[in-house]
């Protein structure tokens, strides 16, 4: 997968994109999998490669598929002391790419300008997602 053509990874230096995907693996994940749930710690960046999966709110009991290459969740870990606000459940075999924020932080505390450009790019994912919730 080219995680530069990626929406969040837009404008960022390609340098700094390529080290994060160093600092990931790939994991698979059968379907009936839960990968992470609704208030626990969030300590890692997903990034969907193929399958299905379902971010499941707690809250208000909505969900949200995903199921195109290149979809991105678990974005609280990408802020202080996050937590993650859904559960993603795995709907078929799916194959991600995971990112430690462990590995993220130390790249972007050495990349300051292209940390605030991922940071305006999450806004701009997360508003359009958020658009397909509601609409």
Known sequence: MDMQSLDI???????????????????TFDAGTTIFENGTPASNLY????????????TDDTSLNLNRPGDV?????LVDKGVYTTTA??????????????DIDPIF???????????????????????????
């Not at 990034?47 to 707690?58: A, P, R």
């Not at 459940?89 to 462990?102: D, F, H, L």
């Not at 990349?111 to 806004?123: C, I, M, R, S, T």
């Open 9 to 27: 990874f837009e404008g960022i230096n390609a340098g700094v994109v390529e080290e994060i995907r160093n600092a990931g693996a790939t994991m």
């Open 47 to 58: 990034i969907l490669e193929q399958g299905d999966i379902d971010l499941v709110s707690q």
């Open 73 to 77: 969740f678990g974005w609280s870990c």
């Open 89 to 102: 459940r795995v709907q078929s075999q799916t194959k991600v790419q995971c990112i430690a924020r462990a």
């Open 109 to 135: 505390d050495r990349n300051a300008k292209d940390a605030l450009v991922l940071y305006k790019n999450l806004g701009n994912v997360f508003s359009k997602r958020m658009g397909s919730v509601v609409s």
